[in-house]
């Protein structure tokens, strides 16, 4: 399997690039797209919690925080997937993975109170990739959203999460008929919950 990894600058990608490469699979990263023929699966590893970012709405808002916020787990993502999509059309695995929060970008059960910036990045890029499953599953995309529980798991223990997540089929899961289909659109962290978001 040829892996895309559009940065390994956490611990966890790092971990993550290391388990695909001791499973036999060749993994690329950053400036390596280019030079890519094919790619079958492509992990969108950004996760910034930038200095500033540690204020509440009652605190008032610092918008230029919040917009680097955007820029790094948003935007970044869905460019680097839009600039990968030749290379995925033509690669045989055709999987996006967005490393995200689970409890940062789910609206319904986050209780966080600071971070502000770094919540509604992540919660506005589960909506984009909404928006980029339901263009391509048709075209058979299949799609992640991963938590990798960073401070509460090791990254080595993430990072195995996510192998497992990541390189089997949800098409038969005889444990939980639950999560048997490809087609729901899932964000799930490192201990196999799922959350809503």
Not at 135 to 157: A, C, I, K
Request: charged letters at 25%; a negative charge.
């Amino acid at each position: 399997m040829i892996v895309y990894l559009t940065r390994d600058t956490t611990d966890f990608a790092r971990e993550l690039r290391a388990r695909f490469l001791a499973e036999g699979h060749s993994v690329y990263t950053g400036d390596a797209l280019a030079a890519l023929p094919a790619i079958d699966l492509f992990l969108a590893t950004q996760d910034e919690r930038l200095a500033g970012d540690d204020f509440t709405v009652l605190d008032g808002v610092d918008p230029e925080i919040v917009m680097r916020a955007v820029e790094e787990n948003l935007c970044a993502p869905i460019l680097a997937l839009e600039a990968a999509l030749p290379a995925l059309d033509r690669g045989t695995g055709k999987r996006v993975c967005f490393v995200t929060s689970g409890e940062a970008a789910s609206v319904n059960w986050s209780r966080q109170t600071r971070g502000y910036g770094y919540a509604m990045s992540k919660a506005a890029l589960s909506q984009a990739a909404r928006i980029c499953y339901n263009r391509l599953y048709p075209e058979g995309y299949t799609f992640r959203l991963f938590d990798p529980l960073v401070g509460r798991v090791s990254p080595r223990q993430a990072a195995d999460a996510a192998y497992e997540i990541l390189t089997r089929s949800r098409a038969y899961d005889p444990d939980n008929p639950g999560r048997t289909d490809e087609a729901r659109f899932v964000l799930r962290d490192a201990l196999g919950r799922e959350w809503p978001w």
